[in-house]
C-alpha cells in the first residue's frame, strides 16, 4: 500500500477465510472490483459464498445459445455482471453497505484509468 497500488480482486480472490480476512483489509481508497472472465466465479465451496445476495440464472454450455444470453449466464463461467457479487462479498467482509464498495472502486478505476470516455473520444479526434 505504501507504494500507492490498487489492489483487484475477483472471485478467485475470495475462497477462503484468510483471503476474506486479507480482503477486509484492504483500504476502500485501493480497492478495484473485477470478475477476470470467463473464469473465477464464485462457487458455493467458497468462503465468500455466504455473502452473495445476487444470483444469476444459468445454462450449461452445450444449452447456451446467443437467444439465451439475455436471460442466462453460461454455467461457472464467470460474466461482467458477477462483479456485483464480488462488491457483495467485500460488502460482507468489511460490513459496509453494496453501494458504498462499488461507489469506491468505481472512484479508483476513474483514478487510475481515468475518464476512458474522454480518452476514447481524443482517439477518434487527430
Request: charged share 25%; proline share 6%.
Amino acid at each position: 500500500m505504501s507504494l500507492g497500488l490498487h489492489i483487484g480482486i475477483n472471485g478467485c480472490s475470495l475462497k477462503t477465510p484468510e483471503n476474506l480476512e486479507t480482503a477486509a483489509q484492504i483500504p476502500l481508497d485501493k480497492l478495484i472490483l473485477e470478475t477476470d472472465c470467463p473464469w473465477c466465479d464464485i462457487r458455493p465451496t467458497h468462503a465468500g459464498f455466504q455473502h452473495l445476495q445476487t444470483t444469476f440464472p444459468t445454462k450449461k454450455e452445450k444449452q447456451y445459445n446467443r437467444e439465451l444470453a439475455k436471460d442466462f449466464c453460461v454455467k461457472n463461467r464467470t460474466e461482467p455482471c458477477h462483479v456485483a457479487q464480488v462488491a457483495e462479498v467485500i460488502a460482507g467482509v468489511k460490513g459496509l453497505d453494496v453501494a458504498d464498495v462499488v461507489a469506491a472502486s468505481n472512484r479508483n478505476v476513474h483514478r487510475v484509468f481515468g475518464d476512458l470516455e474522454k480518452i476514447e473520444e481524443a482517439g477518434d479526434n487527430p
